[in-house]
């Protein structure tokens, strides 16, 4: 290998040991650093591994955002099911709106994701239906810690299988590039709850 080989490996080396030290220590000017090297086309400068997966960081934050927000509309919807009684149905349903409205902006700054939604669907129904079964718990302990039988009692009374279908959750179709969440879309075992307990005209959808 030649000295200007050598002269140069060094060199690349000696930038990628700065720049692995700057993320580690200031992420901030690591970013700004890597963003003008990006601009000015300057490649042996861009800090490759460490670019790769931040942006890799960037999508999952997306797609777990969005299972996040899905996760606490399906658990909001089995407390007003299994719990229609109670006081907080109101403050759920705008939670619930609220929810919906940012699964449906995460979907459409991020259309890609929609091939993962089935995927992202069944963790966020494991996720919510945990949620729910302590919440759940708690209430009927009058909001107090539940008891090991009591949450394992509520776990085995809600449905093991996620008894909503995507569209329900999301208040709309999100495969419908014209739709958009609606304020009256429930899963039907839930307008019956709320039209109940509320005496709202919920359309009970079969």
């Known amino acids: 290998m030649s000295a200007t080989s050598l002269r140069q490996l060094a060199s690349e080396g000696a930038v990628g040991a700065r720049e692995q030290r700057l993320y580690d220590k200031d992420f901030w000017a690591w970013t700004q650093e890597q963003a003008a090297a990006l601009r000015r086309r300057d490649f042996g400068a861009v800090d490759w591994d460490n670019v790769i997966e931040e942006i890799e960081t960037l999508g999952r934050s997306e797609r777990s955002a969005w299972t996040s927000y899905c996760a606490n509309v399906i658990a909001h919807l089995l407390k007003i ?19 919906r409205g940012e699964m449906y902006d995460k979907l459409y700054e991020n259309p890609g994701m929609k091939g993962e939604l089935l995927e992202m669907l069944g963790t966020a129904w494991k996720r919510g239906r945990r949620g729910a079964a302590q919440k759940l718990a708690e209430y009927e302990n009058e909001g107090g810690a539940p008891t090991t039988r009591l949450l394992r009692s509520w776990q085995q009374r809600l449905p093991a299988e996620c008894p909503y279908c995507l569209e329900d959750i999301a208040g709309y179709d999100p495969f419908d590039k014209e739709a958009e969440p609606q304020a009256d879309f429930w899963p039907a075992t839930v307008a019956r709850g709320l039209n109940e307990a509320l005496g709202t005209d919920y359309p009970v959808r079969q």
Do not use: F, K
């Open 81 to 99: 099911e299994h719990s229609p009684a109670s006081r907080d149905l109101n403050h759920w349903l705008g939670e619930i709106v609220a929810w």
